[in-house]
Nanobody, 116 residues
């Protein structure tokens, strides 16, 4: 069974950094494209970043480009989202999503709060 679990969220001051992790289980993560999303209260879920199975190709939403970096360690079945220069508007629940032609899985999310 395909499963992903996020961790690393928390409270951080504006301008600070956090690194989120997404742990994959039940499948070799290299066979899945991985994405990070977020959802703030009252807003739709927003795609932030994606990374190909081999980690060669990445893409970002304009809202986070230059501040967030997605990466993966397929040997450890982990995907990361390094978040720098955080702003209050980055406050949201952050989700990891894994998918390929055969299966997909969402994590339950991890809360990120940016506040002084």
């Amino acid at each position: 069974q395909v499963q992903v679990v996020e961790s690393g969220g928390g409270l951080v001051q504006p301008g600070g950094s956090l690194r989120l992790s997404c742990a994959a289980s039940g499948f070799p993560s290299s066979s899945f494209t991985m994405r990070w999303y977020r959802q703030a209260p009252g807003k739709e879920r927003e795609l932030l970043a994606g990374i190909s199975g081999a980690g060669i190709s990445t893409n970002y939403a304009d809202s986070v480009k230059g501040r967030f970096t997605i990466s993966r360690d397929n040997a450890r079945n982990l995907v990361y989202l390094q978040m720098n220069s955080l702003k209050p508007e980055d406050t949201a629940v952050y989700y990891c999503y894994a998918f390929n032609y055969y299966a997909s899985a969402w994590g339950r999310g991890t809360q990120v709060t940016v506040s002084s």
